[in-house]
């Protein structure tokens, strides 16, 4: 028994362990069972350096701006005034942006402007009755405020933790909306800039800007230049293209330049829509200025405008009417404004002691314009611009025709970083105005030839 209960275990074991031969053909042999080939772990890779302050600085660009002008200007003559002006000047712009460490980025930029001819031309603050800033001598000559000047033009720090917040600190350009309020003068080669703290805040459909500046650094150099103790605020709402909003308070003070102090509230409305193949666009605003602690007489003076414009493919017209008051002392300005782009660009309304486009009488401006950009594209010559534009001016006490003016100007890309503009402007004062009025200022006709290149 025992003998046949380790034959059947001998043989159960024995078919335990025979090769499965399931096609039959005989006892196959054993299989092999290869276990997978497991790569073995990826070396996790190197930490990468967070970027270093050096880092940013050689990771930035460079600022490079060059731009030469001719101007020249044929004023009505006095016993003073005796000769036309011409300016040959070149301004150099060199500077360097860095890239970004930790949200922040930084910026310096000199600015160079050099006469490459005889300084046939008065370099003044417009309205003075004082000498010409560049020698008595040049009284006898219209103004051409392009005075030789090398300075810092920015310095500054630009710290963005998130989309929402922005604040830039020092020597810096501020451009807020349509620069009708507050610009860098760009058309003068000595720019205007800020000595200033800036936070941008950008929530949804909301933005806000508020700036607290400490300095004006003037299209004149920096003998001219205000001291200031000033705040900019403006806050847009943009529910849809066809509607913006806009409310903005510009509380000015300058230790230096009394007469311009002055505080400004107002309201704006713009927007743009289609209609077919016609883009319609319009602006309305509304603003209201008074004097500022203290530092003037007291004054309220009213500014309304309102624009539309309509464009069809290369072809742009607008009518824009502008009302600034003034009660015969002294009229509604825009200190800080760039205010070449308004009531023309001769740049003939100054008022008597602010250098800033105004009239005592206040000043009621009519204009229309049509902007072509036509499609002619040669090999140094494309993205041509034509503006033709002409303004009627009124005295907004009185109702008094005061002058009229034509502006004209064609401006192309030689290639692209160069570009060429042709510029003309021809402002002709009424000969006699009614009793009670102000004079207009003189007539006066202007050509510019501009090469500007831009790295």
Excluded: C
């Excluded at 069972?33 to 350096?49: D, F, G, H, N, W």
């Excluded at 219209?142 to 300075?151: A, C, F, G, Q, S």
């Excluded at 300095?215 to 001219?224: M, S």
């Amino acid at each position: 028994m025992a003998g046949i209960g380790l034959a059947w275990a001998g043989g159960a074991l024995a078919q335990a362990v025979q090769p499965v031969d399931p096609d039959g053909l005989g006892v196959a042999a054993p299989s092999l069972v290869v276990a997978p080939v497991v790569a073995p772990p990826a070396a996790p890779p190197e930490p990468t350096a967070a970027p270093t302050i050096s880092d940013a600085i050689a990771g930035g660009k460079l600022l490079l701006e060059v731009r030469a002008r001719y101007e020249a200007v044929d004023q009505t003559k006095t016993a003073v005034l005796t000769r036309n002006a011409e300016a040959a000047t070149v301004r150099t712009r060199l500077g360097w942006e860095t890239g970004d460490w930790r949200g922040v980025r930084g910026l310096v930029e000199f600015e160079d402007v050099r006469q490459a001819g005889p300084a046939r031309f008065a370099v003044n603050v417009p309205g003075a009755a004082t000498p010409p800033l560049n020698g008595a001598d040049k009284a006898k000559y219209p103004l051409i405020n392009d005075p030789d000047v090398t300075e810092l033009n920015r310095l500054q720090l630009t710290w963005t933790p998130s989309a929402i917040l922005q604040v830039t600190a020092g020597r810096q350009r501020i451009l807020i909306d349509d620069q009708r309020f507050v610009g860098n003068v760009g058309w003068r080669q000595d720019e205007q800039t800020f000595d200033a703290v800036r936070t941008d805040l950008a929530y949804g459909r909301f933005k806000l800007v508020y700036a607290y500046v400490t300095h004006i650094n003037r299209v004149l150099g920096e003998l001219r230049d205000w001291r200031s103790d000033s705040h900019l605020a403006n806050l847009t709402w943009s529910p849809a293209e066809q509607l913006r909003l806009e409310g903005f308070v510009y509380a000015l003070d300058f230790s230096n330049s009394a007469a311009n102090a002055s505080v400004t509230k107002g309201l704006k409305a713009s927007g743009k829509t289609w209609l077919g193949l016609y883009q319609l666009a319009y602006d309305a605003t509304w603003a209201r200025q008074s004097d500022y602690r203290h530092n003037t007489p007291a004054y309220d003076l009213n500014f309304w405008q309102v624009d539309a414009a309509a464009t069809f493919d290369i072809w742009t017209a607008k009518a824009d009417y502008e009302v600034l008051e003034g009660n015969g002392t002294r009229g509604f300005t825009t200190p800080l404004a760039t205010t070449h782009g308004f009531q023309g660009w001769a740049d003939a309304w100054v008022q008597p002691s602010g250098g800033n486009k105004g009239f005592v009488d206040g000043l009621k401006d009519f204009n229309l314009t049509l902007n072509v950009k036509p499609r002619l594209k040669l090999t140094y010559f494309f993205n041509a611009d034509v503006i033709l534009r002409y303004h009627d001016f009124n005295d907004q006490r009185t109702g008094a025709n005061l002058a009229h003016e034509w502006d004209a100007q064609l401006q192309a890309a030689i290639n692209p970083k160069l570009t060429a503009a042709l510029k003309w402007a021809d402002f002709k004062r009424e000969a006699h105005v009614p009793l009670g009025t102000a004079p207009p200022p003189p007539s006066r006709t202007k050509v510019w030839f501009t090469l500007e290149y831009k790295l």
